[in-house]
Nanobody, 125 residues
Framework: QMQLVESGGGLAEPGGSLRLSCSASGRTLRGYAVGWFRQAPGKDREFVATIRRDGISLYVDSVKGRFTISRDNATNVVSLQMNSLQTEDTAVYYC???????????????????WGQGTQVTVSS
């Protein structure tokens, strides 16, 4: 079994930055695609970014150029650097991992087996 724990959430002003981390225990993330999703109150869970096992990353259009996903296999951590934050980025952010996900399902939260508990990100002045 794999356990995922998110950290780094908090309060930021519009235009500010936060860095989220997803730490794994129980298994190495090396063989997994790892994604970040977010859910705002009253809305469906939304794909934000994912990084494949080969290091290729994908982003939802609304965060391209502002967010960067990266992985450190040595420390078993996947990070999401969030810059130029906007109020619309406010949500609970979750990381998820899956070892067998296919390319066409990388943006689909239902395709990921392992999930963290989430971390709150609030962007407000």
């Amino acid at each position: 079994q794999m356990q995922l724990v998110e950290s780094g959430g908090g309060l930021a002003e519009p235009g500010g930055s936060l860095r989220l981390s997803c730490s794994a225990s129980g298994r190495t993330l090396r063989g997994y695609a790892v994604g970040w999703f977010r859910q705002a109150p009253g809305k469906d869970r939304e794909f934000v970014a994912t990084i494949r096992r080969d290091g290729i990353s994908l982003y939802v259009d609304s965060v391209k150029g502002r967010f960067t996903i990266s992985r450190d296999n040595a420390t078993n951590v996947v990070s999401l650097q969030m810059n130029s934050l906007q109020t619309e980025d406010t949500a609970v952010y979750y990381c998820a991992a899956d070892a067998r996900i296919i390319a066409s399902e990388l943006r689909n939260h239902r395709a990921y087996d392992y999930w963290g508990q989430g971390t709150q990100v609030t962007v407000s002045s």
